[in-house]
T-cell receptor
């Protein structure tokens, strides 16, 4: 069984400030981990994913996430928030390889304050 | 390469009617997944299909819901005798083989 917990359903940051969105997972096997972004009334867009190898993963739009096995975490960060980053972000987990039954977290809405 | 296409984008039905949601995967993708997103919630897996086969339907409600992915044409998610609780956004995703899933824009179903 696998699950994802996203701490904080709403996060507000000032433009130019650090963005930190938290994600903790539970999985019986080493998982694949994903971050998706959803803009209003749109589908999900993949930001980045971790499968194997380097634990620091860089994605699109300046985002990155680090897989920390000891903490079962996969937090999403961006050094400097931009107004266009305002959206909802979903962390997701799936079993490694093969068929992907992806389990999503409940999402974090990011507000960027000018 | 066009992305995953879903239609209609918005669908309004009265209680008891049928809803048909369509999903055209990206070119070259043979795997389709359906998810449901209720207001203020994350996406919940419903069903995973390959061409002409249902691989995993563990997330599908036992009644009124069905899905297909025929050899030709889009994948269809069908909801019979809709109820107000079916109001949600339904997302389709596709992937080549069993890799990263690419999502469509969703169909927002409103049941009156």
């Amino acid at each position: 069984a696998q699950s994802v917990t996203q701490l904080g359903s709403h996060v507000s940051v000032s433009e130019g400030a650090l963005v930190l969105l938290r994600c903790n997972y539970s999985s019986s096997v080493p998982p694949y981990l994903f971050w998706y972004v959803q803009y209003p009334n749109q589908g999900l867009q993949l930001l980045l994913k971790y499968t194997t190898g380097a634990t620091l993963v860089k994605g699109i739009n300046g985002f990155e996430a680090e897989f920390k096995k000891s903490e079962t975490s996969f937090h999403l960060t961006k050094p400097s928030a931009h107004m266009s980053d305002a959206a909802e972000y979903f962390c997701a987990v799936s079993p490694p390889g093969g068929y992907q039954k992806v389990t999503f977290g409940t999402g974090t809405k990011l507000q960027v304050i000018p | 390469n066009a992305g995953v296409m879903q239609n209609p984008r918005h669908l309004v039905r009265r209680r008891g009617q049928e809803a048909r949601l369509r999903c055209s995967p990206m070119k070259g993708h043979s795997h389709v997944y359906w998810y449901r997103q209720l207001p203020e919630e994350g996406l919940k897996f419903m069903v995973y299909l390959q061409k002409e086969n249902i691989i995993d339907e563990s997330g599908m409600p036992k009644e009124r819901f069905s899905a297909e992915f025929p050899k030709e044409g889009p994948s269809i998610l069908r909801i019979q005798q809709v109820v107000r609780g079916d109001s949600a956004a339904y997302f389709c995703a596709s992937s080549p083989m069993e890799e990263t899933q690419y999502f469509g824009p969703g169909t927002r179903l409103l049941v009156l």
